[in-house]
């Protein structure tokens, strides 16, 4: 099931188009940084995010990370 909805995340394009970060993460004073490398049926995408992960890096994370436990 999260294969399924990895799958259909990285098929559109739209989805992994870089965001501002939440108002809540908008200011830290010691920021973690997410990178995201996305190569998938022949386009390449990177996001890289401080005080993050947020939005598609978030998204990505938990269907990668799902079932782990």
Same mark, same amino acid.
């Given at each position: 099931?999260?294969? /399924?909805? $990895? =799958?259909?995340?990285?098929?559109?394009? #739209?989805?992994?188009?870089?965001?501002?970060?939440? +108002?809540?993460?908008?200011?830290?004073?010691?920021?973690?940084? /997410?990178? $995201? =490398?996305?190569?998938?049926?022949?386009? #390449?995408?990177?996001?890289?995010?401080?005080?993050? +992960?947020?939005?598609?890096?978030?998204?990505?994370?938990?269907?990668?990370?799902?079932?782990?436990?």
């Amino acid at each position: 099931q999260e294969g /399924a909805a $990895l =799958e259909a995340l990285l098929d559109d394009p #739209a989805a992994l188009v870089e965001t501002p970060p939440p +108002p809540e993460q908008d200011h830290c004073l010691d920021p973690p940084s /997410a990178d $995201l =490398e996305v190569r998938w049926r022949g386009r #390449a995408e990177r996001i890289s995010q401080t005080c993050g +992960p947020w939005g598609a890096v978030a998204r990505v994370e938990t269907l990668l990370t799902a079932g782990r436990d």
